[in-house]
């Protein structure tokens, strides 16, 4: 997928020098359709100046880390943004002004964050996703399915564990894979939304969606969602090994988000699985 003009889709990395910053570079070196143009971190960081391929543990690129989205933006058709959430904000008002897409894979958004979001995707495409692996994707399908066919026979309870590092709780993902749930059973998430458990209390609430978040290591992501029945248990996995999963899906959102028109979209739409 290339942009009107045939030429390839000029992406901005931000957040370049992290761990999925510098995935997506390498992403993006091995999709034919996309080309590094920008690469871009905080007015602190010691990556600033640094080539963006060294930083991916690539060849050189001729791309240096810079400090400010604006300064690129003209040259670039997407930005493909996995940083904070208020770095998120900060860049969804740029690319609004700019009026240039964007893939967004912060999670932990506040409020204000997803507002800036909105806006943005009323002057450009905007692709979001807790989550942009085609595989996550596809247990979300399975999740669906399970949810609408074991209805309020099961006991819902969602467990996910990533590496130390990370500083949100539940995953954006598990909290995705929770919406689909209270969707398909006609439940208010964050009614029935159960965050661990301790000491002695009321027994389980048969309409309560539970979350158990495990920190450690250097695990990429493991999402489980269980159906606990009478006799029986079903339970859906992912578990993802490598990053890559997540920026390969991304750079692909990126070559279909510039060829998009405005609007707020998820991975569902990139996959065709809307
Ligand atoms: P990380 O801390 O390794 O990387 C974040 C990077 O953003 C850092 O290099 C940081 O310096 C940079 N940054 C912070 N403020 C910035 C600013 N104002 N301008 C430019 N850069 C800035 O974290 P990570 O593991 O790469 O994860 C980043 C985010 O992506 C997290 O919210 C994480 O949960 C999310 N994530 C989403 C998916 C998905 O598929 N949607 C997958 C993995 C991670």
């Known amino acids: 997928m290339t942009t009107e003009t045939g030429a390839q889709v000029r992406v901005a990395i931000t957040g370049a020098a992290g761990r999925m910053g510098r995935t997506l570079v390498r992403a993006i070196g091995a999709h034919a359709d996309c080309i590094l143009a920008a690469a871009v971190e905080?007015?602190?960081?010691?990556?600033?100046?640094?080539?963006?391929?060294?930083?991916?543990?690539?060849?050189a690129l001729g791309v240096a880390v810079v400090a400010d989205l604006g300064d690129v933006l003209p040259g670039v058709d997407v930005v493909v943004d996995f940083t904070t959430p208020?770095?998120?904000?900060?860049?969804?008002?740029?690319?609004?002004?700019?009026?240039?897409?964007?893939?967004?894979?912060?999670?932990?958004?506040?409020?204000?964050?997803?507002a800036a979001l909105a806006a943005a995707s009323q002057k450009a495409a905007v692709?979001?996703?807790?989550?942009?692996?085609?595989?996550?994707?596809?247990?979300?399908?399975?999740v669906r399915l399970a949810a609408e066919?074991?209805?309020?026979?099961a006991d819902i309870e969602i467990i996910e564990m990533h590496h130390r590092h990370k500083v949100d709780a539940p995953s954006g993902t598990a909290l995705r894979?929770?919406?689909v749930v209270a969707e398909a059973l006609d439940r208010e998430l964050e009614v029935v939304a159960a965050h661990g458990r301790r000491g002695r209390g009321d027994p389980r609430a048969g309409s309560a969606i539970g979350f158990h978040a495990l920190r450690g290591g250097d695990v990429v992501g493991d999402h489980s969602v269980v159906f606990a029945c009478e006799g029986e248990r079903i339970e859906i996995t992912h578990k993802a090994s490598d990053r890559m999963t997540f920026a390969s899906?991304?750079?692909?959102?990126?070559?279909?988000?510039?060829?998009?028109?405005?609007?707020?979209y998820g991975m569902e739409a990139v996959l065709g699985l809307d």
């Open 42 to 59: 905080h007015g602190e960081s010691p990556a600033l100046g640094a080539d963006a391929g060294i930083l991916a543990g690539v060849d």
């Open 149 to 153: 066919v074991l209805g309020d026979t």
């Open 86 to 114: 208020e770095a998120t904000r900060r860049h969804a008002e740029l690319c609004a002004e700019a009026g240039v897409a964007m893939v967004v894979g912060t999670t932990g958004l506040g409020e204000a964050d997803e």
């Open 177 to 179: 894979m929770g919406e």
């Open 127 to 142: 692709v979001t996703a807790p989550n942009f692996s085609v595989g996550v994707n596809l247990a979300l399908r399975l």
């Open 249 to 264: 899906g991304a750079v692909r959102a990126a070559a279909w988000a510039a060829v998009q028109a405005p609007g707020a």
